[in-house]
């Protein structure tokens, strides 16, 4: 089979040219948009995050037969010419439970011992810390939105802490009753929440699940940690809530100038175990399919403009 990589690195390549003996393999290190002008052989395509599939460019690719993004966000690869073609799509799911439960905690850590402030003070020479007294997590409610694979590992980090467990999701599994999480309604968790997670994939139903209308029922004390995308607040709130606010994916990074806003890359993700899970649930997913099989991480459609896993 003809197989296409976009956005794809040195030792990416080096990984799926190791992999996939006997298909005629090509790599572009730009996105979709940027190296697709004419009409191209490949059965398969494989992109990441600033790939934007559009139905001009699936007229480019009239012998592609299966697409996977190597990411769990799967916006970018929605347009009607695979709704028309039923065409199998993929995303990768579950390979960032630890990297980005871990460091939503690292960022909660940061605001509870102000550790960023201290550490540009001794940068400085100066070793002033009575203005940054902290608080403990121990003996806190922390209340997780979205109880999939990173919410579940930050439930686990969170009883290390001592801390009592909230979560609410739409789904039960074994698994929250082992670890001690109590289910609540979304209302009840902002309300009795000294530390809110948010967890959620993306969707229509999660949307400003955060909003202008419930946020009223959050602690003004309590702290916020946002490692889903940021269309899960409603924006303005970002600027309202009094609230320390931390997130690793924002629209408007001039927020992180705001006092109370803390703002990084989006690299929760990115860590050496996580990038090599990528790899190799795209790799899976990829031989599933040439094997005949739907791919472990197929998405389906659901309605003419959505997609969910199958």
Known sequence: MNIAFFEIKAEEKKFFESRLDGHKLFFFEGTIQEEIR???????????????????LLLLLPDLKYLQTRS??????????????QMKVSNVSGYAGPAVAEFAFSLLLNISRQTHTALTRSEQGNGEYLDLKGFELQHKRIGILGLGTIGTQMARIAKGFGM????????????????GIELTGLHELLEKS????????????????INAHNAS????????INVARCEVIEPSLYITLPNSIASDVC???????????????HMAYYTREALQRILE??????????????????????????YTHA
């Open 217 to 224: 029922f959050i602690r003004p004390e309590a702290i916020i």
């Open 164 to 179: 009592h467990l909230m979560g609410y999701t739409r789904t039960h599994r074994p698994v929250y009753d082992e670890i």
């Open 38 to 56: 004419e009409e191209a052989p490949f059965d398969i395509v494989s992109l990441f995050i600033d790939s934007r599939v559009e139905d001009h």
């Open 194 to 209: 000294d530390v809110l997670m948010l967890a959620l994939p993306l969707t229509p139903a999660t949307k400003h699940i």
């Open 281 to 306: 649930i795209s790799l899976q997913n990829m031989e599933q399919f040439i094997a005949g099989k739907t791919p472990q991480n197929c998405l389906k459609l659901a309605c003419k403009k959505e």
């Open 251 to 265: 629209s408007d990074i001039t927020l992180a100038k705001q006092k109370n806003f803390f703002y990084t890359p």
């Open 72 to 85: 769990t966000g799967f916006e970018h690869v929605r347009c009607h010419a695979l709704y028309a073609r």
